[in-house]
Nanobody
Framework: QVQLVESGGGLVQAGGSLRLSCAASGLTFSTYTMGWFRQAPGREREFVAVIRRNDGTTSYADSVKGRFTITRDGAKNTVYLQMNSLEPEDTAVYYC?????????????????WGQGTQVTVSS
């Protein structure tokens, strides 16, 4: 079965960095567009970043543009989210997701598979 396993979350001070990883198995990684989403307590799940399956084209939420970078490694079936200049507002559970479409979609309801999430806490 398909599994997406996130890792790399933790507690960091404002201004610090973290790198999240999401290891995929049970699917043909190269045929999936991969996204990162986050959800803070009491808030809806929101789009963070996405990387297209074929050409690695990326798209970011305005709130993270210039601070976060999404990449993928086909040899390792892994997608990464490098997060720099972290702010307390970035505190959330971060999820990776797989989308069989080639579109850079921001609606979490359109994604096919999800990981269990990893907590990121940024202290002020």
């Amino acid at each position: 079965q398909v599994q997406l396993v996130e890792s790399g979350g933790g507690l960091v001070q404002a201004g610090g960095s973290l790198r999240l990883s999401c290891a995929a198995s049970g699917l043909t990684f190269s045929t999936y567009t991969m996204g990162w989403f986050r959800q803070a307590p009491g808030r809806e799940r929101e789009f963070v970043a996405v990387i297209r399956r074929n050409d690695g084209t990326t798209s970011y939420a305005d709130s993270v543009k210039g601070r976060f970078t999404i990449t993928r490694d086909g040899a390792k079936n892994t997608v990464y989210l490098q997060m720099n200049s972290l702010e307390p507002e970035d505190t959330a559970v971060y999820y990776c997701a797989a989308d069989s479409s080639f579109l850079l979609r921001r609606d979490h309801r359109l994604y096919d598979f999800w990981g269990q999430g990893t907590q990121v806490t940024v202290s002020s």
